[in-house]
């Protein structure tokens, strides 16, 4: 009786199915007398993007979803056997359609059997490559059919099985059987046995309705059955089968239950192969917000990188050194106490050479949802380290380390943009009228506050700008994405917001004997083909002259000497740098290199400005007040240190000799001067001066800062020595790197207050 009832109603779904796509069957079959149905060709199938470091290690992986395409002859026989019981058992004798098996798995289906499909593993295939979207009609059933034969005479069984086996849903974000070998079971699809081949197998035909982490019970059930089919066919003896379907859900017996102790059991978690278990991190994903979002590297369009990125299969080689990366870790790991209070560093390493990033500490490790922020690429105010910019652009105007600066605590300065406020300095450290070099091996505040007016405020942000330039920074950028440098009376002492990576990618200006290389995080792509989509290219800027450099970064040495962070030099090798504490200790700095590598270290907390005074942690190891000095010098050497290692120490070029006597700097308008004896004579003052550099700005009459407006009829640079009657050292607008600063002879003039 019930064989009966089973023909019957196989006899009418056959004959309604016919019924209802007969007209459209014939439109079809006229439609196509002389011409036969083309299939497209096949997409490639998505593949998951890699990122290696400067070693080949690999650190990162990005997909859509979990795609990992192999070849059918990496599958274990016994897996591919499990998967035909289960899903197409005449695989291999039909050519494409399968008309026993529907009668077949309708039966089966009636008796309460193990479920199969009356779909074929070809037009499985067909309905992931050419029917998605279809209504799901007597239509689409149709054209199932005809491409499953059709591609039945264009591909091979083992190309259609091979392509099945790489792109079926196996539940949790997983394509393919390589990815649910990774996903499930922890191990590459050669190691799987035949037992896992048959719990994947059972899980094709409704992977979310039988997820074994979600759905335990129903997955255990679908895995009986998949034993069942898998017994059927003789893949496995039957009381194995039933051996382990029982310990799936032993009953209350003892016996049993010690019998089941070390039997096969579903996976419960998520897996993943151990050695590539890939921890992201703050470098790895700035890598994919710089393809998606910050260059046109993979494609003109967002939807095109998006696509090459996450489904490309490319391998991306990154500039990230894993012993530079090893080092900043590790000495933010030994040299910051874990504290109550927040307070993280963040450390950015470049090539001195290149500017390739080779190693980045965001602060905390990176946590999705939780701790996403990089500070390393976070501005922050710098306290004094902003002051290698002044002493950078002074030099390039003519100044020379010895040379004379007034550091006396406290002083009044103007302040162009606001005359009616006065910038004015009383903390920091008071020292006499001294030499360029001694002001900044000190970090002397009034010295240098007086020298960024006497180089002119606008060229120092111009110079800085320069020197710092990467994609996070630079002039044009919006100021509603980012605030711009400004030319602040307080621009000495860190009014300003840079990054560890804008200050990292300043000093390698200056390591670089004044040839600024913009950072970069990429050296090369290259596609799933193998073919180099991309290789990087830079030739640099000139932005200072090597003799400025080379005489601005030998005042700096003197920082590591006798300066700031004296106990932090190098072990055999030399360098040079220049901490920063900005006021109440907010944010604490050392930003230093060799002329093989520069690192930035910023210490603070990273959500708000917090005084880094009597933190409880700090004070154990003998730190009342974080200044650049101490923690980040501290890190900044047990990085540098550790990451230079084996490799050979080399020099600075020599910086040439100085080419006049000392002078005294003063500030026009500020400092008054009296002769101590009669001056000599002079020749009179030319009524104009074209600036040294042919390709310098050109300065109209009329220039307007940030704020203001000055105007003046005749522009004259000032001579060394010779006295002006201009109220400003450099018209503001002016940016010429070569326009002198104003010099006396300190034999000939006294200076006092205006």
Known sequence: MRLCIVVVAGALVITAAVVGVAPRLWKVVNAHVETPVALPPWEGIAKRTYVYDRAGNEIAAYELENSQPVLISQIPQPVIQAVLAVEDREFYNHHGVNIRGLFRATLSNFEGGARQGASTITQQVVKVEYLGGLERDGRYKLLQIIYALRLEKERTKDEILERYLNTIYFGNNTYGIQAASEVYFGKKVEDLTLVEGTFLAGLIQAPSSYDPIRRPQQSKRRFGEALDAVADVGLMEAPEANSIKVCLDPPEDSTVIAQCTNSWQIPEVVQTIAEKKITRTHFSEEVKSYLLNKSNLLGETYQERYNKLFRGGLSIYTTLDPIAQTAAENARATQLPVNTAGIETAIVSLDSKTGAVRAMVGGKP????????????????????????????????GVQNDDLLDGTLPCTLPNPDDPENPFVVEQGVSRPLGPVDEMTWYSINCAFGRLSQMVGLDRVVDTTYRMAHNLYLYPERNPAEREPLRPYASFATGANEMSPLDMASGAQTLANNGLHMDPYYIESISGADGSVLYQHQDDGVAVLTPEAAAKTTNIMAGVLISG???????????????????????????????????????????????????????????????????????????????????????????????????????????????PITAPPTQTSTPTETVPADPTATTVPTTTTSTTTSTTSTTLVPPIPGVITDLNTTVPRGVVDPTWPVPTIDPALYTVGSC
Request: aromatic content about 8%; some cysteine.
């Open 564 to 674: 700031t962070a004296r106990r932090s030099a190098l072990e055999g090798r030399v360098a040079a740098a220049k901490t920063g504490t900005q006021d109440n200790n907010t944010n604490s700095w050392m930003v230093g290199f060799t002329p093989e590598l520069v690192t930035a270290v910023w210490v603070g907390h990273p959500d708000k400005y917090l005084p880094m005074v009597n933190i409880p942690e700090f004070l154990a190891v003998g730190v009342d007040n974080v200044v650049g000095g101490t923690f980040p010098s501290r890190i900044w050497k047990a990085a540098m240190d550790a990451a230079l290692v084996g490799q050979p120490a080399t020099f600075f070029p020599t910086p040439p000799a100085n080419t006049r006597a000392s002078m005294r700097l003063y500030l026009p308008g500020n400092d008054c001067l009296t």
């Open 366 to 397: 990176f946590v999705a949802g939780r701790n996403e922020v990089n500070m390393a690429l976070a501005p922050r105010q710098t306290g004094s380290s902003i002051k290698m910019f002044i002493l950078a652009a002074a030099v390039q105007a």
